[in-house]
Nanobody, 127 residues
């Protein structure tokens, strides 16, 4: 019902920067929270940062002061600006969105909770 398309990953040297984008599409009524997670080889997926529709943000301690999450509610898009990247930031980064979708029935509108994931984008920090 909701599709997330990520872009912006790649290879960068330590100390460099990357900007990830994630656009949501579908029968979206409202997106409450959008966030970025990452999963390194052999490790569990972990929250990097998330942001509510009102702009409240939450960051993992490991990225505070280096990463900035933002969103454009009109475009249903979330961004992750990553600065001062370290080799330990290497992972597949996944976008997540949670909110409400509509059945688009003009007579009887039904709202349903959703939680969707993007396909992931690889970020590699290496010299």
């Amino acid at each position: 019902q909701v599709q997330l398309v990520e872009s912006g990953g790649g290879l960068v040297q330590p100390g460099g920067s990357l900007r990830l984008s994630c656009a949501a599409s579908g029968s979206i009524y409202r997106i409450r929270t959008m966030g970025w997670y990452r999963q390194a080889p052999g490790k569990q997926r972990e929250l990097v940062a998330d942001i509510t529709s009102g702009g409240s943000t939450n960051y993992a301690d490991s990225v505070k002061g280096r990463f900035t999450i933002s969103r454009d509610n009109a475009k249903n898009t979330v961004y992750l600006q990553m600065n001062s990247l370290k080799p330990e930031d290497t992972a597949v980064y996944y976008c997540n969105a949670e909110g409400l979708v509509t059945n688009s029935d003009p007579v009887l509108v039904t709202l349903t909770d959703f939680s969707s994931w993007g396909q992931g984008t690889q970020v590699t920090v290496s010299s």
